[in-house]
Structures are given as structure tokens and as C-alpha cells.
């Protein structure tokens, strides 16, 4: 009872605190990318960058944008990681091509998949110049990328969806360096490490000899879960009791990562000038959130219950309450974080994991993914809600036509095509199959948790799947560069389609998207359409396992 007890109390002191922030927060984004001055430290960053902050960009440039800042920063870290040896710092870190490539991928992508150990695999220097720095751009990213979608809804008989250099320079000095400094000082008071001293061998109890790492963890670890990246400095993740030392650590982890999620739909409620609609995608996350979080957690309790407490792998130091909370959270965003390892969830557990990143990460997601993935899904509920009630689609007085549906069923699609494919060709390919810890129904959720979490850009691993091999880097790396990109140039000639439209005023015919109602089929649809896409594979994986 008292463990309990502890979880709820857990779980409402994040929701106030997540609450408290939510309209300041959400608030202060909208500021930020509608503010008509520039900072001095921005006004030098266009300058050094020949950027004209006055000028604003079709959607088509700014996709071209988005591309090739994303292609430089590949290839940046790609060369960073593979002359790490010969840097400052090296600390005999080394890594093979494919596994580089897959590193340089994965960052750039914001999905921060790990085939190495984090502490051994890249130096202090590759973690703190390249991999840190890519935790603070990727994100803003995925926000420049959202809030031109907002702008495009937003805007009236346009042609222009913004500056994405001047999104990205703004997401990343006023919103995410500010609270990542913050964050740090608090990681940092709560006992995470953060230093640049050699490394030091002790003794365990058991006689034997360990060599324990230091290095800049807080700042990372901060940036890490507030970016909804997920690498961890160190090969344990979050279980790392440098990453992550007490309950107080985990929860402050926790928040970090939903916080600017959760907060996003007040920003597009604001720029859309209905705050109605950001409540509307705010009841959506937070209702899919709280469903995942309560199926995880019951399926970890009953596991718990049974003989011997289902207890091989299970991280202990948090208990089982506070391991589903971060389970939920981290693959309701596209965090990847991990305080506890989900191979060793119950079935349910893990299919409970799994379930929230084939939900396209939108409960709440991530830093701007996570609202276009929701604005995407609000497009199709209109659109299905309009054909059943025979009126005219409609988003924020912009209508949902033929063009817009297509591009929104395209984005949509990606994610599952690329899991499934690739979960198929690794079930039967050799080079797939022999790196599979398990057989039967945990080899499959293994196989799949792995290229969802790719394909989503999450980067958690179901651990029991070696993926560390030329095939599986590179196929991985792929369902990473195709699972980001070709949703972002979708949404971004979304962004155009409806920025070029007039806003069309609100009336007896028009289709509340408001309302609880609205909210409840928005919910619907996003879980009927997942369960339809995925049900097969879940059922010979994750429910076949429970059933056995």
C-alpha cells in the first residue's frame, strides 16, 4: 500500500507542477515566434550566418532549409565521431563507420538511438561539441517545423510560413537554453554528476575492479529529456545512478521531457486566436498519456503480484510505479530516455511501451513533432467527422480538401510502412534474426520495438535485440532519416497549402473542433487507426506472449 500510495502521490505532484507551467510556458513560446525584435546574440548570429531576419520564406524554402541544415549537421558530427581518436579527450573511445553513421544519424534526427555504450563508445569532447549541441538543434527543428504549420493554419491569403533560421536561432536561445540551464542547476543540486576528471578504478565488494566515468552530465542530461532526445552519457541511461541518483532526479527527469509537449498547445491555441483549440489538443495528449500510463502501470503491478515478482532485469532503485511513469512518458514522447529496461517489462507492460510510440508519438510527443503529429491527426478527424455528418471539413477556418487530406495521409503512413516493412524483412532475414535475444512472440516485439523506436525517432531499445551490425545500423539509420524527414516536408506543404487559403469565418455549418465531443472522437481515431494498422503484429507479439 505505501509503494501505492508513493506512485499516486508521484504521479499528481508531476501533474500540478506540469499544470503550473503550462499556460506561462506555453505562453511564452507564442511570444517568442511572433516577437518582431531581435536579441543582440541573434542579430550576431544572422549576421555571421548572412541571414536576413526581415525576410520570410515560402514553404518550399523553407523545407530546402530544413533539409540542408540537417544534411551539414549529419555530416559535422559524422566527421567528428570518426577522428575522435586522434581529438582531445579521446579517452580511447573508437566506433566503426556504420556504427558512426548511425550516431551522426540519430542525433541529427532527434531520435538518439545508441549502438554503443555511451561511455565507452564516444569521448568526452564528441559528447559535449557534437552530441550536446545536436540535443539543443534537432529539437528546435521539430519546433521551427510545427509552428510553421500553426502559422499556415493561422495566417490569412498568404505565401510565406516564416524564417526557419530565425525559428531555429529563437527555439533554441530563448526557450530551450534557458530552461536546459535551469534544469541543469537543478539535476546538479539533486546529485548529478558533472565534472571532467579521469577516470577512476575502485574495488567492488566482490573484490574485482570497476572503472567508473565522469563528465558533463548534468548539462547533458538536462538538454537530453527537455529536448526529448534520450541519449544517455552513459550506457545505462537514466538507470545510471550518475544520470539519475534519487526519486527527486526522476521526477524533475520526467517533467523535463513532457513539460514543452504539454505546454505547446497553449502556444497554438494563442497563435491561432482560439485558445479553445489548444484545449482541445491538450485534452487529447493528456487523455492518451493517462492511458498508457495507467495500462503500464497495471500491467507492471499485476507482474509483480505473481511468484517471484517478475522481478529479472527490473530496476529496483524506483520501483515499479515509478518505472511505468517513465516507460509511458518516455515513448509518449520521443524521449528514449530509459530508467528501467522494457525487455524486461511483463508482455503487456512492454506492449504497453511499444503501443505509445505506435500512437506516432503524440501523447504528448516531442518538442514540436508532438503538435504536428496531433494537428495531423486533428486533420483526419475533421475530415472523417465531416463525411459522417455531411458537412464541410474544416480546421481553424481553413478546409480540409483533397490536396490536404492527401499530404495528411501520406505523413501518416510513413511511420507504419517503414515499421512494418522493416520488421518483416528482419523476421526472416538471417542477418536480423541471429541478433535476436529471444524466440516466438518476444523475438518479434523485440525486431519491432526496435524500427518503431527508429521510425519514430524515440531511440529507446527493447534491449534484447544486438543491433549493432552493418545491416541493422544502416536499415535503422534509414527508418530514422525517412521517419523525420519525409513527415517534416509533408507538413511543412501543409503549411503551405493552408497559409494560402483565406480563413473562413465560423458559422451554423462550420464542425466544432472545441468541444469534449470533438476531443473524445480525436482520441478515437487516433487509437482505432493504430489498432487497424498494427493490431496483426501486436497480436502475434506482445498479446500472443501474455496469452502463452
Given at each position: 500500500m505505501g509503494e501505492t500510495a508513493s506512485g499516486l502521490l508521484t504521479i499528481a505532484v508531476l501533474v500540478a507542477v506540469l499544470a503550473a507551467a503550462h499556460a506561462p510556458l506555453g505562453a511564452w513560446v507564442a511570444r517568442v515566434f511572433t516577437d518582431e525584435r531581435h536579441w543582440r546574440v541573434e542579430r550576431l548570429a544572422y549576421r555571421l550566418c548572412r541571414v536576413d531576419p526581415a525576410s520570410e520564406q515560402r514553404w518550399t524554402t523553407y523545407a530546402v532549409a530544413v533539409l540542408g541544415f540537417s544534411a551539414v549537421g549529419v555530416a559535422l558530427l559524422l566527421a567528428l565521431v570518426v577522428t575522435q581518436g586522434s581529438l582531445p579527450l579521446a579517452r580511447g573511445a573508437t566506433m566503426n563507420w556504420d556504427t558512426a553513421l548511425n550516431t551522426a544519424v540519430s542525433f541529427v534526427t532527434n531520435t538518439n538511438w545508441q549502438s554503443y555504450a555511451g561511455e565507452s563508445g564516444v569521448s568526452p569532447l564528441v559528447q559535449t561539441v557534437g552530441l550536446t549541441v545536436q540535443n539543443f538543434v534537432s529539437p528546435a527543428v521539430g519546433l521551427a517545423v510545427a509552428i510553421a504549420l500553426v502559422r499556415g493554419l493561422a495566417r490569412s491569403n498568404g505565401a510565406t510560413v516564416g524564417n526557419f533560421w530565425v525559428d531555429l536561432v529563437r527555439g533554441c536561445v530563448r526557450?530551450?537554453?534557458?530552461?536546459?540551464?535551469?534544469?541543469?542547476?537543478?539535476?546538479?543540486?539533486?546529485?548529478?554528476?558533472?565534472?571532467?576528471?579521469?577516470?577512476?578504478?575502485?574495488?567492488?565488494?566482490?573484490?574485482?575492479?570497476?572503472?567508473?566515468?565522469?563528465?558533463?552530465?548534468?548539462s547533458q542530461e538536462a538538454i537530453k529529456q527537455l529536448g526529448t532526445n534520450g541519449g544517455g552519457y552513459f550506457n545505462a541511461n537514466s538507470a545510471h545512478p550518475f544520470e539519475n541518483p534519487t526519486a527527486f532526479t526522476n521526477l524533475v527527469e520526467v517533467f523535463l521531457m513532457l513539460v514543452i509537449p504539454f505546454s505547446l498547445p497553449r502556444t497554438y491555441g494563442i497563435l491561432v486566436g482560439d485558445r479553445r483549440q489548444g484545449w482541445a489538443v491538450l485534452g487529447f495528449m493528456t487523455t492518451l498519456w493517462g492511458l498508457m500510463l495507467a495500462a503500464v502501470t497495471w500491467a507492471e503491478i499485476a507482474a509483480a503480484a505473481r511468484p517471484l515478482g517478475a522481478m529479472e532485469g527490473k530496476e529496483v532503485r524506483f520501483g515499479v510505479w515509478s518505472s511505468a511513469l517513465f516507460g509511458a512518458s518516455t515513448t509518449g514522447t520521443s524521449t528514449g530516455a530509459v530508467n528501467s529496461l522494457h525487455e524486461s517489462?511483463?508482455?503487456?507492460?512492454?506492449?504497453?511501451?511499444?503501443?505509445?510510440?505506435?500512437?506516432?508519438?503524440?501523447?504528448?510527443?516531442?518538442?514540436?513533432?508532438?503538435?504536428?503529429?496531433?494537428?495531423?491527426?486533428?486533420?483526419?478527424?475533421?475530415?472523417?467527422?465531416?463525411?459522417?455528418?455531411?458537412?464541410?471539413?474544416?480546421?481553424?477556418?481553413?478546409?480540409?480538401?483533397?490536396?490536404?487530406?492527401?499530404?495528411?495521409?501520406?505523413?501518416?503512413?510513413?511511420?507504419?510502412?517503414?515499421?512494418?516493412?522493416?520488421?518483416?524483412?528482419?523476421?526472416?532475414?538471417?542477418?536480423?534474426?541471429?541478433?535476436?535475444?529471444?524466440?516466438?512472440?518476444?523475438?518479434?516485439?523485440?525486431?519491432?520495438?526496435?524500427?518503431?523506436?527508429?521510425?519514430?525517432?524515440?531511440?529507446?531499445?527493447?534491449?534484447?535485440?544486438?543491433?549493432?551490425?552493418?545491416?541493422?545500423?544502416?536499415?535503422?539509420?534509414?527508418?530514422?532519416?525517412?521517419?523525420?524527414?519525409?513527415?517534416?516536408?509533408?507538413?511543412?506543404?501543409?503549411?503551405?497549402?493552408?497559409?494560402?487559403?483565406?480563413?473562413?469565418?465560423?458559422?451554423?455549418?462550420?464542425?466544432?473542433?472545441?468541444?469534449?465531443?470533438?476531443?473524445?472522437?480525436?482520441?478515437?481515431?487516433?487509437v482505432v487507426v493504430t489498432g487497424l494498422t498494427f493490431f496483426s503484429a501486436l497480436a502475434l507479439g506482445p498479446l500472443a506472449e501474455t496469452l502463452s
Amino acid at each position: 500500500m505505501g509503494e501505492t500510495a508513493s506512485g499516486l502521490l508521484t504521479i499528481a505532484v508531476l501533474v500540478a507542477v506540469l499544470a503550473a507551467a503550462h499556460a506561462p510556458l506555453g505562453a511564452w513560446v507564442a511570444r517568442v515566434f511572433t516577437d518582431e525584435r531581435h536579441w543582440r546574440v541573434e542579430r550576431l548570429a544572422y549576421r555571421l550566418c548572412r541571414v536576413d531576419p526581415a525576410s520570410e520564406q515560402r514553404w518550399t524554402t523553407y523545407a530546402v532549409a530544413v533539409l540542408g541544415f540537417s544534411a551539414v549537421g549529419v555530416a559535422l558530427l559524422l566527421a567528428l565521431v570518426v577522428t575522435q581518436g586522434s581529438l582531445p579527450l579521446a579517452r580511447g573511445a573508437t566506433m566503426n563507420w556504420d556504427t558512426a553513421l548511425n550516431t551522426a544519424v540519430s542525433f541529427v534526427t532527434n531520435t538518439n538511438w545508441q549502438s554503443y555504450a555511451g561511455e565507452s563508445g564516444v569521448s568526452p569532447l564528441v559528447q559535449t561539441v557534437g552530441l550536446t549541441v545536436q540535443n539543443f538543434v534537432s529539437p528546435a527543428v521539430g519546433l521551427a517545423v510545427a509552428i510553421a504549420l500553426v502559422r499556415g493554419l493561422a495566417r490569412s491569403n498568404g505565401a510565406t510560413v516564416g524564417n526557419f533560421w530565425v525559428d531555429l536561432v529563437r527555439g533554441c536561445v530563448r526557450v530551450l537554453l534557458p530552461l536546459a540551464l535551469v534544469g541543469a542547476g537543478v539535476l546538479l543540486l539533486g546529485g548529478v554528476v558533472q565534472n571532467l576528471t579521469a577516470p577512476t578504478t575502485v574495488t567492488t565488494v566482490s573484490g574485482g575492479s570497476q572503472v567508473l566515468q565522469g563528465g558533463l552530465v548534468a548539462s547533458q542530461e538536462a538538454i537530453k529529456q527537455l529536448g526529448t532526445n534520450g541519449g544517455g552519457y552513459f550506457n545505462a541511461n537514466s538507470a545510471h545512478p550518475f544520470e539519475n541518483p534519487t526519486a527527486f532526479t526522476n521526477l524533475v527527469e520526467v517533467f523535463l521531457m513532457l513539460v514543452i509537449p504539454f505546454s505547446l498547445p497553449r502556444t497554438y491555441g494563442i497563435l491561432v486566436g482560439d485558445r479553445r483549440q489548444g484545449w482541445a489538443v491538450l485534452g487529447f495528449m493528456t487523455t492518451l498519456w493517462g492511458l498508457m500510463l495507467a495500462a503500464v502501470t497495471w500491467a507492471e503491478i499485476a507482474a509483480a503480484a505473481r511468484p517471484l515478482g517478475a522481478m529479472e532485469g527490473k530496476e529496483v532503485r524506483f520501483g515499479v510505479w515509478s518505472s511505468a511513469l517513465f516507460g509511458a512518458s518516455t515513448t509518449g514522447t520521443s524521449t528514449g530516455a530509459v530508467n528501467s529496461l522494457h525487455e524486461s517489462y511483463s508482455p503487456l507492460g512492454g506492449g504497453g511501451v511499444l503501443f505509445s510510440m505506435l500512437l506516432g508519438e503524440v501523447s504528448p510527443g516531442g518538442v514540436g513533432t508532438g503538435l504536428y503529429g496531433a494537428l495531423l491527426l486533428a486533420l483526419l478527424t475533421v475530415f472523417v467527422s465531416g463525411l459522417m455528418v455531411g458537412r464541410t471539413p474544416e480546421l481553424v477556418g481553413k478546409q480540409v480538401g483533397r490536396r490536404e487530406i492527401t499530404l495528411t495521409a501520406l505523413a501518416l503512413l510513413v511511420m507504419p510502412a517503414l515499421v512494418l516493412v522493416f520488421t518483416g524483412i528482419g523476421m526472416v532475414a538471417p542477418l536480423v534474426s541471429s541478433q535476436v535475444l529471444a524466440t516466438g512472440p518476444h523475438g518479434l516485439t523485440e525486431v519491432m520495438y526496435a524500427y518503431a523506436s527508429a521510425a519514430n525517432n524515440n531511440g529507446s531499445a527493447f534491449a534484447g535485440f544486438s543491433a549493432d551490425t552493418p545491416y541493422t545500423n544502416l536499415t535503422l539509420a534509414l527508418c530514422m532519416l525517412l521517419g523525420r524527414f519525409v513527415p517534416i516536408v509533408l507538413v511543412l506543404a501543409l503549411a503551405g497549402s493552408f497559409v494560402a487559403q483565406r480563413r473562413r469565418p465560423t458559422t451554423a455549418g462550420t464542425l466544432p473542433t472545441h468541444t469534449p465531443t470533438f476531443t473524445g472522437l480525436f482520441v478515437g481515431v487516433a487509437v482505432v487507426v493504430t489498432g487497424l494498422t498494427f493490431f496483426s503484429a501486436l497480436a502475434l507479439g506482445p498479446l500472443a506472449e501474455t496469452l502463452s
